[in-house]
């Protein structure tokens, strides 16, 4: 017999929390957690194995602490004048984002942002024990300067979670939202750029916004654009004392010898690794059309997924979708559903099966 979680000394601000679960099914056309579905290409692949080999060599001494290489080559990929002392890097933004709330939130703090927004940043800055607290969204779920300066101001957080663009809602988030709330918070702004590469090409980045607002941090992630969700690899830009505070809270050689390399190496290829950005946004903007032809009300997107509104059951469209081998994402949102764009022939797939389901409200 096996005990129950209940029945263990676990925190009290942990019982009858669910864990992070989008389901993992294998079907033919997986298009429910916004990967980039087109493998790495073969070129880069053969770069990729040929420096994880040579790691290999070494794999017997620990890696460097500092992962020096790797933050000379994102500050490279970044621009914007940055530099390694400006640049941290874990496995994935999502351990990005954790470093930032042990070191800023944690018992007796709190973070914030504007729901609906990334399921993740809830969970993990409980899991440091501090309280979430939900802002909210206009009806189309953008979020105008004013609005959001005094919703930040009225919580008054210790961390804010911006993501930018949205996820699940796609939607862009402008500079000068993102400067009113800096300047309504003594806390830590956190600008998650996990879909920035997927955007108009012309979009400032937060980026931008970094000289002289040390408390500002702009995360991203070579899950998406860069096809290396596997790999686990995300990364963030601010002020290096800030990155300091991030190196109290890390485990000593937290990003492996392997990781290290093979991220090295790919942001080598940088353009080649990016060349399906632009497929992937004709994909979107397909699909986008496609469900507005359906009669479905899909949302203005700047990421590599749509959210579409005017479906009558979403968990019975989620299933008659599975059930013809097309998985998706339901993320709680009434009369909503979430599609990651795919190659062109897994969005013709998911779009033929829809059409197939006479679901619109
Ligand atoms: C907004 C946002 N931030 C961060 C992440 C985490 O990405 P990863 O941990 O793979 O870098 C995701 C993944 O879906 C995301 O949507």
Redesign the pocket.
């Known amino acids: 017999m096996t005990a129950r979680l209940d029945d263990l000394p676990i925190r009290d601000d942990l019982r009858g929390q669910t864990p992070y679960g989008a389901p993992q099914a294998p079907l033919p056309v997986a298009l429910n957690?916004?990967e980039n579905t087109h493998p790495v290409p073969e070129d880069v692949a053969d770069d990729i194995l040929d420096a994880v080999a040579r790691a290999l060599g070494e794999v017997n001494r620990y890696p460097d602490r500092e992962f020096t290489a790797l933050r000379e080559a994102f500050a490279e990929y970044l621009g914007h004048g940055l530099d390694r002392d400006g640049i941290w890097a874990a496995n994935?933004?999502?351990?990005?984002?954790q470093h930032v709330l042990q070191a800023f939130a944690g018992p007796g703090r709190t973070a914030f942002g504007f729901a609906p927004t990334?399921s993740?940043y809830p969970l993990l800055a409980r899991g440091t024990g501090a309280e979430w607290i939900s802002g909210g969204r206009a009806a189309d779920f953008s979020v105008a300067p004013e609005d959001a300066a005094s919703q930040v101001a009225n919580a008054a957080p210790d961390v804010v979670f911006l993501?930018a663009p949205?996820?699940p809602t796609g939607t862009p988030l402008d500079l000068e939202t993102i400067a009113a709330v800096y300047d309504a918070t003594d806390g830590v702004v956190v600008v998650?750029e996990?879909?920035q590469e997927f955007a108009p090409r012309d979009t400032p980045s937060a980026l931008t916004l970094l000289p002289g607002r040390e408390r500002m941090v702009v995360?991203r992630?070579?899950?998406?654009a860069f096809a290396f969700?596997g790999a686990?690899?995300?990364y963030l830009a601010a002020d290096p004392a800030l990155i300091d505070a991030l190196r109290l809270v890390r485990l000593p050689y937290h990003l492996s010898a392997l990781t290290q390399a093979a991220a090295t190496a790919a942001l080598g290829h940088a353009e080649t690794m990016l060349r399906m950005v632009d497929d992937i946004v004709g994909q979107r903007d397909r699909i986008s059309a496609t469900l507005d032809a359906l009669g479905y009300e899909p949302y203005e997107s700047w990421t590599n997924f749509v959210l579409f509104g005017g479906v009558d059951d979403p968990r019975a469209t989620w299933q008659a979708l599975y059930d013809r081998g097309i998985l998706i994402r339901d993320v709680g949102i009434p009369h909503h559903l979430r599609v990651t764009a795919g190659t062109e022939q897994e969005s013709t797939a998911f779009l033929d099966a829809l059409a197939s389901i006479d679901s619109a409200a």
């Not at 994935?92 to 984002?97: T, Y």
């Not at 992630?221 to 998406?224: A, E, I, Y």
């Open positions: 957690v916004n994935g933004s999502n351990e990005v984002l990334y993740m993501c949205n996820n998650d996990a879909y995360s992630t070579m899950s998406k969700a686990r690899v995300g």
